[in-house]
């Protein structure tokens, strides 16, 4: 190929470009949309928690640990080593940790990425789940 067929190439490409739709986002200026059942940052709901460290001793990346909280070991997640996973929703008897959409982690303070039980707001705490009902 010849250096001038492979520019007229290029500048066709180029050319073509200009009426297509674009294939990026306008992100951040504008929301991303993200998909149904995206793993992002966990969402507790301490409140079912019993203690039982499952969620600590499955986690690939060692990025839960059990910690003391007012008398009861509750789980500290270290955002920065999640993978995302969610083997720790899996293992959940009592279904703590949740899902949620929220993906945008970037902080200049690294100790912002460890998610403290005693510092869980209302905010962050997921409803209870609704009880079984049993129909017979």
Sequence with gaps: MTRHSFSTK????????LFKKRATEKYP???ANVAEGFRGKQVLNLSNCISCGLCARECPSNAIEMVVVDGKKRPLIHLDRCVFCYQCADTCPR???ETSKVFELAVTDKSTLVIKPESVSPAQVAPPAPAASSTQ
């Design 29 to 31: 200026a504008v929301p």
């Design 10 to 17: 290029i500048a066709k490409e180029a050319f073509s470009n």
């Design 95 to 97: 279904k703590v940790f």
